[in-house]
T-cell receptor, first 116, second 113 residues
Framework: EAGVAQSPRYKIIEKRQSVAFWCNPI?????LYWYQQILGQGPKLLIQ????????DSQLPKDRFSAERLKGVDSTLKIQPAKLEDSAVYLC??????????????FGQGTRLTVV | DQQVKQNSPSLSVQEGRISILNCDYT??????FLWYKKYPAEGPTFLIS?????DKNEDGRFTVFLNKSAKHLSLHIVPSQPGDSAVYFC????????????FGTGTRLTIIP
């Protein structure tokens, strides 16, 4: 079974530039998550989708971050404009439907973003 | 406000001995707890979980203990093996599953051969 795919693996941008990350979840997983992990901290949930609808985006900085999940499969997370404090690893995860009783989330390898 | 705390950033244990990783939480609404393991350059992988209706859950060499009154859980690994060297994250959720997981800061476990 293929895992959660993320690209790119690494990205370096200057502050005030924009950047986008892509995630392809495990086939059949209705729930998709984006997490931000700053160095030395645990992952922090940014947004959670159920199919193509947003379940929770309470911790997403909506003035600069946006995410979408078209057709309930792939997802993109965008930052515009980026700030130095956005430097982190961005993790995508997926799990089976909430309605079916969630199982554990499977994480991708992450995208390491460095803002200079 | 750190609702899930792992106060030991690192831990070294001799191979074959028991590794004990600790986690404390402050939010009494948390009802489901998980441990994730993370190798360098990889995403976290699920290890074991426990619901608040239990005080112990065992899976092979891994056992998680939950003390609700103390808001404390621990992960025991017996016997420890070199492949267990990784960063371990404790996570908590207000209900069963992965909804709105809150992670701790992690403990780096090193198993000494």
């Amino acid at each position: 079974e293929a895992g959660v795919a993320q690209s790119p693996r690494y990205k370096i941008i200057e502050k005030r530039q924009s950047v986008a990350f892509w995630c392809n979840p495990i086939s059949g997983h209705a729930t998709l998550y984006w997490y931000q992990q700053i160095l030395g901290q645990g992952p922090k949930l940014l947004i959670q989708f159920q199919n193509n609808g947003v379940v929770d985006d309470s911790q997403l900085p909506k003035d600069r971050f946006s995410a979408e999940r078209l057709k309930g499969v792939d997802s993109t997370l965008k930052i515009q404009p980026a700030k130095l404090e956005d430097s982190a690893v961005y993790l995508c995860a997926s799990s089976l439907s909430l309605r079916q009783g969630s199982t554990e989330a499977f994480f991708g390898q992450g995208t390491r973003l460095t803002v200079v | 406000d750190q609702q899930v705390k792992q106060n030991s950033p690192s831990l070294s244990v001799q191979e074959g001995r028991i590794s004990i990783l600790n986690c404390d939480y402050t939010n009494s609404m948390f009802d489901y707890f998980l441990w994730y393991k993370k190798y360098p350059a990889e995403g976290p992988t699920f290890l074991i979980s426990i619901s608040s209706i239990k005080d112990k859950n065992e899976d092979g060499r891994f056992t998680v203990f939950l003390n609700k009154s103390a808001k404390h859980l621990s992960l025991h690994i017996v016997p420890s093996q070199p492949g267990d060297s990784a960063v371990y994250f404790c996570a908590a959720s207000p209900n069963f599953g992965n909804e709105k997981l809150t992670f701790g800061t992690g403990t780096r476990l090193t198993i000494i051969p």
